[in-house]
Structure formats: structure tokens, C-alpha cells
T-cell receptor
Framework: SQQGEEDPQALSIQEGENATMNCSYKTSINNLQWYRQNSGRGLVHLILIRSNEREKHSGRLRVTLDTSKKSSSLLITASRAADTASYFCATDVYGNKLVFGAGTILRVKS | EAGVVQSPRYKIIEKKQPVAFWCNPISGHNTLYWYLQNLGQGPELLIRYENEEAVDDSQLPKDRFSAERLKGVDSTLKIQPAELGDSAVYLC??????????????FGEGSRLTVL
């Protein structure tokens, strides 16, 4: 079963625009992570935000976490064609299990 | 530093045949994971090892799937016999963390299985 659900399922934007992806989950978590997967490749870790944090930045990435709403968002600013990929949120459910959502497919058009 | 290495990258077999996937984690990473990823879906955990001990295999279909991690380093995932529904990508990941909490996972490129 997948506890995280990403929204939207697919997103198409122009290069230079910002991309926002959302993730909702069901149970209490230890932390929430975002991963990127290029077509036919493995997943690459982007950022981890702990349950006691509300916002975190890494380069062009900004992640927010609202534990009261059980939701997170990933913002990619000034998107590039190379950002085209699938993005997954993963929740660290207490019990040492990282559970992935179904992902958002991002397409950045140049 | 070498990443997580998986082989083979692609495998095509007939149904009812056996198949095995191999994973070499990042040196020093004590925790190793096998995930299954169906097309258009996120990865789903099959089994998690801490050193050579399988600490979570609740999602592993034990009637046909088996895994081992001898000496707490490399791991092998086997399917016997394979079914059409096993067609998927099998991902291996490793982490330096053990015990409570899950940090960043480092994934291999995956092994894509096609069962005909």
C-alpha cells in the first residue's frame, strides 16, 4: 500500500516557470523525503524534512511540511529542461519503513 | 565513491523460469533494501536488511520470492518460478543508517524484468 499521494499526477510547464508538487499522507511520520527519477534510471534523493521542521531549502528546491494537514509541497523555481523527471514523496513511517507515493511526472518544455 | 551497483540491467525470461538479481551496496552501508516498481507507480518495499539480518520481509511474496545477504554486503533477490505479473523494475537501495528512523536512501539503476 502507498501512504503518500502526489498531486498533480502530471505537470507540464515552460522553462523558467516554477513547478509545485504536493504530497498528502495518512499517518504520523518521522520525516518526509523527496526523490527524483529520470526515465529508466534509479531514484535520486533531493531533500529530507523532519517532522519538527516546517520549511527547508536546497538550491532551487523549497520543501514545506504541514503535519497538522499531513501534507508537503515541493517547489522547483526557475525550472530547466533537465528537471524533466518523475518526482516522488516518501514518508518515513515510524517502524523504519520508507513508503513512496505514486509520483508526479514533470515535463519542462524548452 | 561508487554507487549502488545492480545487475543485470535488463532480463527477459519465459514464465515459470527462475531469475536472480544482484546488488552491491555502497561500501559501509549496513542497511539494504529491495523495492519493486511497477510502471507508473512508486517503489514498494519488498525486504529490508540490517547487516545480514532481514528485519522487514513482510511484503515479500515468500511462495516464489527469496532473498539473501551473505556476510552483510552483497544481496541477491530470486524469483522462482516467475509469473507474468512479476514484470517490473527491481530496485536496490542502501543506507548507512540502522535502527530507528530512515534517512536518505541511495538507489541503484534497477533491474528491469520482462516475463513473457
Amino acid at each position: 500500500s502507498q501512504q503518500g499521494e502526489e498531486d498533480p499526477q502530471a505537470l507540464s510547464i515552460q522553462e523558467g516557470e516554477n513547478a509545485t508538487m504536493n504530497c498528502s499522507y495518512k499517518t504520523s511520520i518521522n520525516n518526509l523525503q523527496w526523490y527524483r527519477q529520470n526515465s529508466g534510471r534509479g531514484l535520486v534523493h533531493l531533500i529530507l524534512i523532519r517532522s519538527n521542521e516546517r520549511e527547508k531549502h536546497s538550491g532551487r528546491l523549497r520543501v514545506t511540511l504541514d503535519t497538522s494537514k499531513k501534507s508537503s509541497s515541493l517547489l522547483i523555481t526557475a525550472s530547466r529542461a533537465a528537471d524533466t523527471a518523475s518526482y516522488f514523496c516518501a514518508t518515513d513511517v515510524y517502524g523504519n519503513k520508507l513508503v513512496f507515493g505514486a509520483g508526479t511526472i514533470l515535463r519542462v518544455k524548452s | 565513491e561508487a554507487g549502488v551497483v545492480q545487475s543485470p540491467r535488463y532480463k527477459i525470461i519465459e514464465k515459470k523460469q527462475p531469475v536472480a538479481f544482484w546488488c552491491n551496496p555502497i561500501s559501509g552501508h549496513n542497511t539494504l533494501y529491495w523495492y519493486l516498481q511497477n510502471l507508473g507507480q512508486g517503489p514498494e518495499l519488498l525486504i529490508r536488511y540490517e547487516n545480514e539480518e532481514a528485519v522487514d520481509d513482510s511484503q515479500l511474496p515468500k511462495d516464489r520470492f527469496s532473498a539473501e545477504r551473505l556476510k552483510g554486503v552483497d544481496s541477491t533477490l530470486k524469483i522462482q518460478p516467475a509469473e507474468l505479473g512479476d514484470s517490473a523494475v527491481y530496485l536496490c537501495a542502501s543506507s548507512p543508517m540502522t535502527g530507528s528512523g530512515t534517512g536518505e536512501l541511495f538507489f541503484g539503476e534497477g533491474s528491469r524484468l520482462t516475463v513473457l
